[in-house]
């Protein structure tokens, strides 16, 4: 699972953006998209929305957690994000929330058969040096 780990008021919780969480905000906020424009002004409805797009994350989170074999930790409330995400915590937020994005689209192609491409290995040798 790929998550991204942040830390609110000294609780530790790892944002994923699963599939189910792909469909929830689409069916919510319009896709991916339309949430990241959401979260990025300062007003009230944009920290709600950042709380509800982080509770989701976290419980999804939490959720591949507990499939992984990993102890059951308190699911996190938007209502007690609200009350508990100093401001301080609002940027981390709004930078969480879009890598975790990013990792929940992001692939690991591994080459089939163990194959090397000798140009690829080649061109990056010349960039380190």
Sequence with gaps: MKAVKITLSGRTHYLAFTGEALFTIRDNYGGASSLLEAIRTDTKESFQTLCAATTLLAEQGELARRK???????IVSAETL???VMPYDILELKEAIPRAISL???REIEPENNEVDLGLAELNQKKTI
Excluded: T, V
């Design 82 to 84: 609200e009350r508990l």
């Design 104 to 106: 929940g689209f992001g």
């Design 68 to 74: 992984m074999g990993y102890d059951s930790q308190e």
